[in-house]
């Protein structure tokens, strides 16, 4: 058994909820708040067999959409406050992380 951890953006997660169902995947939904951004995530804990790991991922992978959004500088790198500007960064998408599961129950 497998444990995977996918954080997906808040425009996100309707997409990957419905594309996770669709594949008979159950998930469960916390939400979490990037540090970089401070933007909303959604973070889906799935409990899967080593062999729907793949089908896990590519269903996150279809349904996350990387998009650029500008944020002011200030938030990236001026932590003083000095003059900011726009700078285009990269959003969306899925950040993914698998780990073995010793014991799994639903009780």
Do not use: H, W
């Not at 995947?25 to 729907?52: H, V, W, Y």
Request: glycine share 8%; with cysteine; net charge neutral.
């Amino acid at each position: 058994m497998k444990l995977v951890y996918a954080i997906v953006n808040s425009d996100d997660t309707y997409a990957v909820n419905k594309g996770l169902l669709k594949a008979g995947i159950r998930a469960t939904k916390l939400s979490s708040t990037g540090g970089f951004l401070m933007s909303g995530n959604t973070t889906f804990l799935i409990c899967c067999p080593d062999e729907q790991v793949d089908l896990v991922i590519e269903v996150c992978k279809k349904y996350s959409k990387k998009r650029k959004q500008f944020v002011p500088s200030s938030t990236i790198m001026e932590p003083d406050g000095a003059a900011s500007y726009p700078v285009e960064v990269a959003i969306g998408g899925a950040t993914i992380f698998v780990t073995d599961i010793e014991r799994f129950e639903k009780v």
